[in-house]
């Protein structure tokens, strides 16, 4: 088998790359990234000279070069990672949003027309239905909620989920949908929640919670989030949408209290600052569908996978210390240095 993986270079198209290459060694794995400020090549050397492996670097807009791409390829097997991936950035500037996420699946899905596939998977994203209210615990998105979007980055995901199942019932495309929880794990990007605190709590700087830190997110490892998404690929049917999450609710007060617990840091650092607009209160996933379809079942437990996480950016501090010693810098100052902290 054949698999394309878009966005390999990411955090979590490049722990499906290191999965797949453990799980089923005989599949050819095929990673396209067009390596934006995300993409890390570093992060793929240890699959880099597998014969198995091949990484191209192309952006998934560019028609011409993904359709040679599949001509020469023939791949089977879709599975798209590529995306914009962060509401801030998303907030500070739209565009790229859509261009990516919407017109890139939409070219990605036209070559799979074009060629053929046995499968187009697409990674959407618990954020498409929006958000729930945080004195409701009763309630949870069912893969039939009503989509409802807050952000340029959910709306730009929403879109391409709807793009993606237009396909399938137009053109029969043989697509699937999985849409998952806040993940957290190795090779996450330093500009989202969890890595970020690490890197500053480790470096004594103030660890910027949005308002009073109560939003809620249902946090999944990495590595349980690929092995769903494999499940999928291999074994469910065509035109399928599966929502995934571990039940793992905690309000971004307690992750940042809990980092700096482990670090050995004092809860002095925690710096309340201006709320993210339109910020999402609480979101919940029932996995029930997934779990009787497939088996799922999340494998690491919260507690379990935070400290392994912590211990990866411990024991990796190059790779991420490289990263925010770039254009990493300005975007933080960009980001955070107007952002009034609250009393
Ligand atoms: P990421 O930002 O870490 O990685 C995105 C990757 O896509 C990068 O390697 C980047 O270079 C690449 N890319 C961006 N634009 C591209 C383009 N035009 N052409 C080719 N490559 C391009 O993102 P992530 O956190 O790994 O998320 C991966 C996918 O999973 C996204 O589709 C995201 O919406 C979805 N998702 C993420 C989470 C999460 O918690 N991180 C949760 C649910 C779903
Ligand atoms: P993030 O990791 O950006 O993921 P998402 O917005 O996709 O859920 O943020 C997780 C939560 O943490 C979210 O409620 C916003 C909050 N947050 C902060 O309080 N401070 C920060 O510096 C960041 C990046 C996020």
Redesign the pocket.
């Known amino acids: 088998m054949k698999i394309i993986v ?10 499906f790359i290191f999965y797949e290459r453990k799980k089923h060694p005989e599949d050819e794995i095929l990673c ?9 090549l570093s992060t793929l050397e240890p699959v880099m000279n597998d014969s198995e492996f091949k990484f191209f670097k ?5 028609r011409d070069g993904i359709y040679k791409l599949f001509e020469n390829e023939k791949p089977d097997i879709v599975v ?7 509401v801030d950035r998303s907030i500070e500037n739209p565009t ?1 949003f859509l ?3 919407i017109i ?1 699946t939409s070219v990605l899905m036209d070559a799979c027309r074009k060629y053929g596939i046995k499968r187009y998977h697409q ?5 498409v239905y929006g958000d729930l209210p945080l004195d409701r615990p009763d309630l949870f998105f069912h893969e039939d909620t009503p989509i409802h979007t807050s952000s340029p ?1 959910s709306t730009s ?1 929403a879109s391409a989920d709807l793009l993606v199942m237009a396909y399938h019932r137009t053109y029969g495309l043989p697509v699937t949908l ?7 794990g190795p ?3 330093p500009e ?1 929640l969890i890595p970020l605190m690490i890197a500053n709590a480790l470096a004594d700087k103030p660890l910027p919670v949005y308002g009073e830190g109560k939003n809620v997110r249902d946090w ?1 490892y ?1 590595e349980d ?1 690929c092995k769903a998404i494999d499940l999928i690929i291999r074994n469910a049917k065509d035109g399928e949408t599966y929502n ?1 999450g571990g039940h793992n609710e905690m309000a971004n007060i307690d992750i940042v209290k809990l980092i700096c617990d482990y670090l050995d840091k004092p809860y002095s650092l925690i710096e309340h600052v201006e709320d993210r607009k339109g910020h999402d209160q609480r979101y919940a996933i029932d996995p029930t569908k997934i779990h009787n379809d497939l088996g799922w079942l999340p494998e690491t437990a919260f507690a379990d996978g935070i400290k392994k996480t912590i211990q990866w950016y411990l024991d990796n501090k190059k790779w991420w210390q490289d990263i925010i010693s770039g254009d990493y810098m300005n975007y933080y100052e960009k980001m955070y240095s107007h952002r009034k902290v609250l009393d």
Not at 6 to 15: C, M
Not at 58 to 62: N, T
Not at 80 to 86: C, G, L, P, R
Not at 178 to 184: A, E, F, L, T, V
């Open positions: 878009t966005g390999g270079a990411g955090f979590i198209g490049s722990n396209v990234d067009s390596l934006t400020y995300a993409g890390n192309l952006d998934i807009r560019d798209n990672f590529a995306a914009e991936s962060h790229i261009e990516t996420n890139g990674v959407s994203t618990d954020e980055y995901k999985s849409r998952c929880s806040n993940n957290y090779y996450q990007f989202k999944l990495v989030h995934i």
